[in-house]
């Protein structure tokens, strides 16, 4: 049978990880590999994204699950389910300000921390899997799909109205392929540079094309995935290793064949960023 959906199970305790993967490849979804952390979490995210994220609270490392909750809604528009230990009112109301899908206890799954017991395995499956379903059947419902790309301008939106009808005058382009979104001046086809027109930014891919598009830095940032970093007034920056080719003496960037210099404003976030992706 075709698996329904693919979820990734991020939970600090291998035992409680291998009960809950069982349950779910006994009811047909894949389950990706073992992530205790918010590290390897966001890893296998970048790697294969899942349609949605069994969460606990209580994770290995620097960072708790009610952290990444708010990364899952905020940079991945992926929909989660806490499962976790924690089952007291602060918590739940902290985590109400990350609009999760569900909030379940360990102790309503029959899931406790040094054991698992399994008195009423029925209805503690029926009570997890249909949480589960809820939660993808909402993505359906509200068809809000995370976005795999943008639609790039061939120009400025005045001089597109022009152009032949018959030409192609947006490109679809896959973030994966996207070095940079910046408001600097540009190359133009004259291989001038251009000033850039206000309200608008320029983007190039790894193919060393260039599209235009009319927004601004800050608003663009708000729908782009994770893994896009701003790093100063003029620049965002893509840091997945196909574009990320490395580090200049902790102050910049090489991406691409580009060097873009860091600014102390967004040096702390860069870091963080950095650290999430990188050892």
Not at 168 to 194: A, C, G, H, M, W
Not at 236 to 262: A, D, H, Q, W
Request: proline share 3%; aromatic share 12%.
């Amino acid at each position: 049978m075709k698996t329904k959906a693919h979820i990734l199970v991020v939970e600090d305790k291998s035992l409680i990880y291998k009960r809950l993967k069982m349950i779910l490849t006994a009811n047909y979804y894949s389950v990706d590999d073992y992530a205790p952390s918010v590290k390897k979490a966001i890893g296998l995210i970048n790697k294969k994204r899942p349609d949605l994220v069994l969460l606990d609270i209580d994770l290995q490392g620097d960072h708790n699950g009610i952290y990444l909750g708010n990364l899952l809604k905020t940079q991945y528009n992926i929909p989660f389910i806490y499962v976790t230990d924690f089952d007291d009112d602060q918590t739940f109301y902290k985590s109400l300000e990350t609009n999760h899908s569900d909030f379940i206890s360990k102790k309503q799954l029959q899931l406790h921390d040094t054991e698992i017991i399994q008195t009423k395995p029925h209805l503690d499956e029926k009570r997890l899997i249909r949480s589960i379903q809820t939660a993808l059947n909402s993505i359906i419902t509200n068809i809000d799909f995370t976005k795999e790309g943008i639609m790039g301008l061939v120009s400025y939106l005045d001089k597109i109205r022009e152009m032949d009808k018959s030409r192609v005058t947006r490109v679809p382009v896959s973030y994966k392929d996207i070095l940079f979104f910046t408001v600097k001046p540009f190359i133009n086809e004259n291989e001038e540079q251009e000033t850039l027109r206000a309200n608008y930014l320029w983007f190039q891919t790894l193919q060393n094309d260039y599209f235009f598009l009319k927004t601004s830095l800050k608003d663009l940032q708000k729908k782009l995935p994770y893994n896009f970093i701003r790093v100063n007034e003029s620049y965002i920056v893509n840091i997945e290793p196909k574009t990320f080719t490395g580090r200049i003496n902790g102050s910049k960037l090489s991406i691409g064949n580009k060097e873009i210099i860091i600014k102390n404003t967004y040096k702390a976030e860069v870091e963080k960023r950095l650290k999430l992706f990188y050892n």
